[in-house]
């Protein structure tokens, strides 16, 4: 049975402490539902604004059938917000020591035109209100904690964002005048080491990897309303991986979308 709104209050500052202490997933959180991990995520972000934290956008999770199957097929797409101190521009340079058992995910990031709110979002609606689309990465980190974490510890942990780098892009707009789809960018990925010489990671039609981006946009924003929450003008959305890979001292990573642009990033 999910908690009310009341015990999530309580609750809260109970996982701030913990988190603080370093613990990501103490014993309390076991049993929490999907919509409990949500909530205490929402109320983390409250907690992190008032200590100066500036919200810069959001990620969308489950935004494929492959990893939805993974949580038994659940219909659901988690949030996670983004801190704007770990939004980065390609090129930045990352201490790996930062981020706990650190991956890189090279994913698209869109950048909000137009307020987006509401339950009934269409895809055509959002790709209206977008600015640009660019190449990009998520950092993910796997914090430590009592419990091994499932889905809704998961939602609570904002799915293990560390934080995003956004390269070169291009109009949403413009890309769907030229009838471009954004699921035919073929998307290379490759790493190099001190020697510079370039070691082929992937090379993959995105759309074979990941959902409609303008759709998953959409049902993020669904979510979000649930919590009197908006995609605002300016902030920054992710919208799945196309490959996943560790990160290791020393690497630069380099990706490009085929028509939408190239991002990339350096661990040390």
């Not at 993910?140 to 904002?158: E, T, V």
């Not at 690497?251 to 085929?258: C, D, G, I, L, V």
């Amino acid at each position: 049975m999910a908690l009310t709104p009341e015990q999530l209050d309580e609750l809260a500052p109970r996982l701030w402490d913990a988190v603080a202490s370093g613990d990501r997933f103490p014993p309390f959180l076991a049993g929490i539902s999907y919509d409990d991990g949500l909530g205490l995520q929402v109320r983390m972000l409250r907690r992190h604004l008032q200590h100066g934290a500036v919200l810069a956008g959001w990620k969308v999770g489950l935004t494929s059938a492959r990893a939805r199957s993974q949580f038994g097929g659940i219909d659901v797409r988690p949030f996670g917000y983004l801190d704007a101190d770990h939004v980065l521009r390609s090129g930045a340079t990352v201490e790996i020591g930062s981020v706990p058992r650190a991956a890189v995910e090279t994913e698209l990031c869109f950048t909000v035109a137009e307020r987006l709110f509401g339950s009934d979002l269409s895809a055509e609606q959002v790709r209206a209100g977008l600015a640009t689309v660019a190449a990009g990465y998520e950092i993910n980190q796997r914090q430590r904690g009592s419990l091994k974490p499932d889905l809704a510890m998961g939602a609570a942990a904002r799915m293990y964002n560390w934080g995003v780098v956004e390269g070169t892009g291009a109009s949403p707009a413009e890309l769907h005048r030229a009838g471009f789809d954004l699921a035919d960018a073929v998307v290379t990925m490759s790493w190099s080491g001190a020697d510079a010489v370039p070691t082929p990671a992937l090379r993959e039609r995105a759309g074979d990897h990941v959902d409609d981006h303008y759709l998953s946009i959409a049902l993020l924003a669904r979510a979000l309303a649930d919590y009197d929450l908006a995609l605002e003008p300016g902030q920054k959305i992710i919208t799945g991986a196309v490959g996943r890979f560790p990160a290791e001292p020393g690497q630069t990573w380099r990706s490009e979308f085929s028509g939408v642009g190239t991002v990339e990033v350096r661990f040390t």
